[in-house]
């Protein structure tokens, strides 16, 4: 029987490269009220400090974290490995460094009071930041409509984008869309959460953006899955390709052709390159590496979870109401 005092809900950090900000990051959620049914740790970080191993080993030991050890680093990829682990119907991802209030999971449950709402995002605010009031969504039919959306909104709606560091979605229905694309390559896998996110409008569902499941994000100088130097003077492919493949995967439509001659003159219209523009070259030739690896991955097609493992994990998240109630090992 169900403990209508627990959420049913699983919880999935990925992590990489954090110690003591992932420790202080877990024990906030082990703290709210009401619970969640499990909290997922899927780290892939090779050694951890004695401190967070002996944390962690100890919090697995007594049934509070499931510790998932990955090899190789990917955020899509980790997410992936929490969607086919997770036992509950709804599962929310959050990122390794943030701060929670009270009530913070209970919210996000909240936002499921209609089975067409498939999945919810919730506030973030970065460093420095505070919410922004008054911000009307703009009406829109293009298949690029809210990539400028403001997580640090204030005002709740329905939304086409997502940040992958607090969203939650019904499993069952992430499980059938095949997940993550895991073409997105690590370190950056830029737009992999909003490609999941237009995946999942154009095959029905909608998504309900919640201001009230607010998180701060610390943005930890160390670690993290999507880390690779500064894109201002590179001309590393990384920086731009999951740009260019999300933008690819939406189809030829006009809008999408302008966003992607856009981009190269995007990223050295700035104040570095107006001061360094002997960068302008070295980041343009970056911008044509990316569009040609987004080439290669769209004729590739996407990487998705395979569909007897979207079938399996179907069976296992059933559907339910919140109200009312490989590449990964377990440790």
Request: charge should be neutral; proline fraction near 8%; aromatic fraction near 8%.
């Amino acid at each position: 029987m169900t403990d209508p005092a627990v959420l049913p809900l699983s919880v999935a950090i990925p992590t990489f490269g954090r110690d003591e900000v992932l420790t202080n990051t877990i024990g906030q959620l082990l703290q709210q009220s009401p619970p969640a049914a499990e909290l997922l740790i899927v780290d892939q970080t090779p050694t951890h400090d004695a401190a967070t191993e002996a944390q962690l080993q100890a919090w697995h030991d007594h049934g509070r974290i499931r510790w998932i050890r990955r090899q190789q680093p990917s955020q899509p990829g980790a997410l992936n490995v929490a969607m086919q682990a997770a036992s509950q119907p709804f599962l929310l991802m959050l990122d390794d460094d943030i701060r929670i209030e009270p009530g913070f999971l209970a919210a996000h449950c909240a936002g499921f009071d209609d089975p067409a709402i498939w999945a919810v995002i919730g506030q973030v605010l970065q460093p420095e930041e505070s919410p922004l009031e008054g911000y009307a969504r703009p009406a829109s039919t293009s298949p690029m409509a809210d990539l400028a959306f403001p997580f640090r909104s204030n005002a709740g709606t329905f939304i086409e984008n997502g940040m992958s560091g607090n969203m939650t979605v019904r499993l069952e229905r992430a499980l059938t869309l095949g997940g993550f694309d895991e073409n997105f390559e690590p370190p950056v896998s830029y737009r992999f959460d909003t490609e999941f996110c237009k995946r999942l409008v154009r095959a029905g569902g909608r998504i309900r953006f919640v201001p009230e499941a607010r998180i701060y994000h610390l943005r930890a100088a160390r670690g993290g899955t999507r880390s690779v130097g500064s894109h201002l003077t590179s001309m590393s492919p990384l920086h731009g390709a999951g740009d260019y493949y999300f933008a690819l995967l939406q189809g030829w439509h006009g809008d999408v052709v302008r966003y992607i001659l856009r981009r190269p003159w995007r990223e050295v219209r700035t104040r570095f390159h107006l001061r360094h523009p002997w960068w302008i070259p070295v980041k343009l030739l970056g911008e044509l590496r990316a569009f040609v690896s987004a080439l290669r991955l769209l004729r590739k097609g996407p990487r998705l979870i395979p569909n007897e493992q979207h079938d399996a994990g179907a069976v296992q998240a059933a559907s339910a109401t919140p109200a009312a109630s490989g590449n990964g090992t377990v440790r």
